[in-house]
T-cell receptor, first 117, second 114 residues
Framework: EAQVTQNPRYLITVTGKKLTVTCSQN?????MSWYRQDPGLGLRQIYY???????DKGDVPEGYKVSRKEKRNFPLILESPSPNQTSLYFC????????????????FGPGTRLTVT | KNQVEQSPQSLIILEGKNCTLQ??????????LRWYKQDTGRGPVSLTI?????NTKSNGRYTATLDADTKQSSLHITASQLSDSASYIC?????????????FGKGTKLSVKP
């Protein structure tokens, strides 16, 4: 089954304690990205990766790091979490070649609910 | 500024009734528009994707329309079911750049009551 998986699904941590949220996809997609979703704000992109070893900032990258050492994995790293990073996080993936109309199916993971106290 | 506005913010309907959700956008240059369904605590799932040349697209009981001239889209749900209770997100992709951007609306929360 084609899917994007995230772990953990739920995480409660304290300010300053480094954490990593893993993301893995089994569709051989080149493009992967991370979003956060907050009430009243919708989904906002944190970082994206067009392929292995190629990453770039999205709209809200501050306080986050990512790495793309393998095609299937795209972990999100919070070096020193703060309460304003309490949010619902989604990983997503899609094919890399877009075509003229940019039509592609983007697949989202099930989400990771992070609480930083 | 590229924006996607959805209305209403929330909606409650009775099972079996129809409803229409609205999406207005100011994204330019426009590439395509998509509607996602997001169940509570789950990731969004794509319902439809439309380019500027498509006026209507259906996916079962879901029908999306697009008017590229007025920059409006709607999602019509026919004969609603309890499982339709979810947030519906309108997303517009603007064309250009190395990736193109996805601009997300804030969603409409639909509750279907028995």
């Amino acid at each position: 089954e084609a899917q994007v998986t995230q772990n953990p699904r739920y995480l409660i941590t304290v300010t300053g304690k480094k954490l990593t949220v893993t993301c893995s996809q089994n569709m051989n997609h080149e493009y992967m990205s991370w979003y956060r979703q907050d009430p009243g704000l919708g989904l906002r992109q944190i970082y994206y990766s067009m392929n292995v070893e190629v990453t770039d900032k999205g709209d809200v990258p501050e306080g986050y790091k990512v790495s793309r050492k393998e095609k299937r994995n795209f972990p999100l790293i919070l070096e020193s979490p703060s309460p304003n990073q309490t949010s619902l996080y989604f990983c997503a993936s899609r094919q890399g070649v877009l075509g003229l109309a940019g039509l592609y199916e983007q697949y989202f993971g099930p989400g990771t609910r992070l609480t930083v106290t | 500024k590229n924006q996607v506005e959805q209305s209403p913010q929330s909606l409650i309907i009775l099972e079996g009734k129809n409803c229409t959700l609205q999406c207005n956008y100011t994204v330019s240059p426009f590439s395509n528009l998509r509607w996602y369904k997001q169940d509570t605590g789950r990731g969004p799932v794509s319902l439809t994707i439309m380019t500027f040349s498509e006026n209507t697209k259906s996916n079962g009981r879901y029908t999306a329309t697009l008017d590229a001239d007025t920059k409006q889209s709607s999602l019509h749900i026919t004969a609603s079911q309890l499982s339709d209770s979810a947030s519906y997100i309108c997303v517009v992709r603007n064309y250009g750049g190395s990736q193109g951007n996805l601009i997300f609306g804030k969603g409409t929360k639909l509750s279907v009551k028995p």
